[in-house]
C-alpha cells in the first residue's frame, strides 16, 4: 500500500502567485494565520457551525439563530418559551444522532451542569468568539462521538491541547519523511504526542521528538526546517485542496488499484474507478474497499 | 530460533510489517540487520517473525509498508521468551512475492493499492 498524504488546513490557503511574493511562513496572507485555541473550544465552534447550518436547512430563520448561538440564547428560547425553535433543536437533534435528545426538560437540565468557563466570550476559537450553550452542547456531542470512535482503538483524546490553522512545519516533516518511507510511522508517533498527549503539533519540539520516535536523523530534520524545503508545497496544498478540489471536510481517501489511476489527484484529475471515502470510516467499510479493488483488479 | 544482532543500524523507514490478510491485528515484524546473522558480511538479509499460530491456523500473510525501529528489531531478534517463528531470508525479493510466507501456506497474492489521503496532522 502506498500512502500519498496532502496537506490540508480548514482555512485553506493563499493563491500560488501570493505566496511565490512573500516565501515565508506567512505566506498564507492571513491576518489569523497564527492563532491559536484549544480543541475543546475549537470543537465547540466547529459543532456549533454544523448545528447552525442544519437549523437554517430546518427552516429557523437566521435572527433566532443569531440569537441562540449568543450567550445566554438557549436559555431565552427556554424561558419564553420559543416552542418551534425548541421543537427544531429536537428534531434536530435526533437527526444528528446526539447522544442527549433535546427536549426542553434535557436541554434545562444539560445547561445546569454546563462548565461556566465554556460560556461567555472569553474562548476566541476558529476566528469566532462564541460561548453560547447550544456551541458547548453541541461540542460535547461532538467529542462524545470522535470518544467513541477512538475508545475503539483504545485512544483516549486530549482536548485541551493548542490547535491552529497552519501547522506548516509538522505537514512539511511529512512530505519529507515520505522520501524515507516513514511518512505513515512519524504521522502515527505525531498524532500520538498531540491528540493523546497534549502537546501542539506546531511545536518545533513535538515534530523533532516525533521524527526522532520513528528513526529519521534529527539534526537532518531541524536542518530542513530552518529552510524553505517543502514550504511551497505545503501551502499550495492548503490552497488546492480547497479551492481547486473542493474539498471540505476531512479526513478524504481515494483509493486506486492495479488498474485504476483516478481521482482528484491523478493526472487530470480524472476519474477511472477509484474509490473515495470521506470521513473517518470503519473497520468495515476500509476492508470492503479492498475487497472491491480485490475482486475488480486482481488477475484471477 | 533465536539469534543475536550484529548490529542494530537499519535503514530509517524501511518497509518492516507483514500483516494477517484476513481482518485481524496479528502483525508480523521484519527487520533488516546491516550484517547478517549467518557471518556474512553486509547483504540484504531479513529477519521475519511469524506468530506461530500462524502455521497451526494455515492463516496467510501479505505485504505492507511501515518502519520498524533498531531498538524494536533488537528486541525481537534476541527475545527467547516468544513462541514466534523466526526465519531468515536472504532476499526482499522473496518477501515480495510471498515465498517467504509459512511454508505449508498457500501464496497469497499480493496487489499495490495507492491511497491519496487528505489530512491535518491536528
Known sequence: MDVVRHPYSFRGGAPKDEMMMTKTTDATNDPHGLETWTWHNGLNTYA???????????GLYQDDIKDLRSPGGLQRALNKPNHSLLKTLERVSVIKGYNLVWTPDNLRKAIQTMNADDLGSGHPARGKRVGSEVDVLAGNE???????????????????????WYPIDSQRVLLYARQFGAAEAYSDALARRHFTKGLPSGSRNTVL????????????????????DFKQQVLQS???T????RIHSIPNFTFNGPKTNGGKFRPNGVHSGEVTISGSGSVGQFLSVFEHIRDEQLET | MVASLATTALKPGFPALLKKSANAAVIVSLVRPTKTINNDSEDDSYVCRFPKQADEKK?????????ISALEGLKMMTATSTDDVITICSNVENLLDGSLYPSSLERPREMLVTADFVTCTQ
Do not use: C, P, W
Not at chain 1, 461532538?142 to 491552529?164: C, G, K, P, T, W
Open chain 2, 59 to 67: 492463516e496467510s500473510y501479505k505485504l505492507t509498508t511501515a518502519s
Open chain 1, 209 to 228: 521528538d516525533a521524527t526522532k520516535e520513528v528513526g529519521l536523523d534529527v539534526d537532518l530534520v531541524e536542518e530542513m526546517l530552518n529552510g524553505e
Open chain 1, 48 to 58: 456549533g457551525d454544523d448545528l447552525e447550518q442544519a437549523l437554517f436547512q430546518s
Open chain 1, 242 to 245: 480547497i479551492a481547486k478540489h
Open chain 1, 238 to 240: 492548503y490552497h488546492d
Open chain 1, 142 to 164: 461532538f467529542r462524545q462521538m470522535l470518544q467513541d470512535i477512538a475508545s475503539d482503538a483504545a485512544i483516549q483524546f486530549e482536548y485541551n491541547v493548542n490547535f491552529q
